[in-house]
């Protein structure tokens, strides 16, 4: 099944480009370096002196270039922004060690790491840095899971990753009887606002109940944390309605929103779902017994992440 199209309006905070450049001439026959830019990301940093408050914002980008002769990388940060409103259009770090793990994700790590940037006579130090880079493709549209955390000059921590991530997995939702459904179709799209810290969720072929038709529904305002160990939690104790072509659905209050999104494996997302029958047609709320509903669902990343059949 093709979904991107529906989503593509969902995520399009999400611009990743992902190319290859093979670098070979007379004298250096095997270089082979990888190119890739990252944009459209956010960063929480926090002070770890705890000074000033911590920072989220958006606008962060990085380019990358992968040497797989050297096993180093470097990266050019722009717009990163401090704490204590220094701000640095462009900042390099050269040949920071890189791996490829058993996963197949590229590991970038390194410690004590002096960044360059023209125009600053006095630039930071980064004490350490890693990047964790999983490669995903989602019907054949490239959505990887990126994991950025460093610290800079002792003092601040930060933790960052794209803005809007799609996942995909097992959605089991459990009636009043104890009875379950498990689906496997539908596709989440997280888009996150670090000017608000709110959230949006967004869910293609939502199906939580067998005699519900599949629906494209989103969960807007849904608020959010980000912690140094690169976890986003989203908890809302308050009833979202739904929203299906930015209409409001009442036949499906939810409740009871929590998830927990790892940075580097992906997401687990549990909610309760409560028929409101008086907001459908009679015909169909006749067909659904059980209410309320507990929705779980298990969405790790994977090289495989599909909706395809």
């Known amino acids: 099944m093709k979904f991107f199209s529906t989503l593509i309006a969902i995520a399009a905070g999400l611009a990743l480009c992902f190319s290859l450049s093979s670098c070979n001439n007379s004298d250096e026959p095997e270089e082979f370096k990888v190119q890739q830019q990252i944009t459209d990301s956010f960063l929480h940093i926090s002070d770890l002196s705890s000074m000033r408050p911590e920072m989220n914002y958006k606008g962060v980008s990085y380019h990358i ?31 920071i060690p890189f791996k490829v793990n058993n996963e197949g994700a590229r590991v970038l790590e390194g410690t004590n790491l002096a960044a360059s940037s023209d125009g600053f006579t006095a630039t930071p130090l980064f004490d350490s840095f890693k990047m964790v880079v999983s490669d995903r493709l989602v019907d054949g549209y490239y959505f990887p899971a ?18 809007s991530q799609i996942f995909a997995g097992t959605t089991v939702t459990t009636n009043a009887n104890g009875n379950s459904f498990s689906n496997e179709t539908p596709v989440y799209a997280l888009e996150l606002d670090p000017q608000t810290m709110k959230a949006a969720l967004t869910i293609n072929n939502a199906k939580f109940i067998q005699s519900m038709p599949a629906q494209t529904m989103t969960f807007a305002g849904i608020p959010y944390t980000v912690s140094t160990g690169g976890i986003v939690t989203l908890e809302s104790a308050e009833t979202i309605i739904p929203t299906i072509n930015k209409v409001e659905f009442k036949a499906f209050p939810i409740s009871d929103l929590k998830a927990e999104y790892n940075l580097t494996t992906g997401m687990n997302l549990d909610f309760v779902c409560t028929i409101d029958k008086s907001q459908m047609n009679p015909e169909m709320a006749d067909k659904i017994e059980g209410s309320p509903f507990k929705v779980s669902a298990k969405l790790p990343f994977s090289k495989k992440t599909t909706n395809e059949k």
């Open 65 to 95: 270039i992968y040497d797989y002769v050297a096993a180093t990388a470097d990266v050019t940060i722009k717009g990163l922004k401090l704490p204590d409103d220094t701000k640095y259009p462009a900042l390099t770090l050269s040949e």
């Open 146 to 163: 990126v994991c950025i955390e460093y610290t800079v000059n002792s003092t601040y921590k930060a933790v960052g990753s794209i803005l």
